[in-house]
């Protein structure tokens, strides 16, 4: 089983700003599209942002465009997600997830990630 550990969520105000990192096994990290996913009380999980392989390409849900930074490490096996200006709504528990894959291509759809974090908060005062 590939364990994704991520880190970094924590109480923030409207505006401030998170960092969040995942680490992945070397092997598996290298080989995979990263994501990450967000899931608010009540609602369904939804994609936040994704990097590819190489890292040359990035996606990004309209709703934090301009505001999060997707970005990785693979010397480190490592992901981020750089959260700033955060607004109220973008409180939920973050998921870092891995798509091993041939392609060094990104993806948005949940279903086509195989290994998942245990997620993180991040929760965001007025």
């Known amino acids: 089983q590939v364990q994704l550990v991520e880190s970094g969520g924590g109480l923030v105000q409207t505006g401030g700003s998170l960092r969040l990192s995942c680490a992945a096994p070397?092997?598996?990290?290298?080989?995979?599209?990263m994501g990450w996913f967000r899931q608010a009380p009540g609602k369904e999980r939804e994609f936040v942002a994704g990097i590819s392989r190489s890292g040359g390409g990035t996606k990004y849900a309209d709703s934090v465009k301009g505001r999060f930074t997707i970005s990785r490490d693979n010397a480190k096996s490592t992901a981020y997600l750089q959260m700033s200006s955060l607004k109220s709504e973008d409180m939920a528990v973050y998921y870092c997830a891995a798509r091993p894959s041939s392609l060094d291509d990104v993806v948005a759809t949940i279903r086509e990630y195989d290994y998942w974090g245990q997620g993180t908060q991040v929760t965001v005062s007025s």
């Open positions: 070397g092997r598996t990290f290298i080989m995979s599209t």
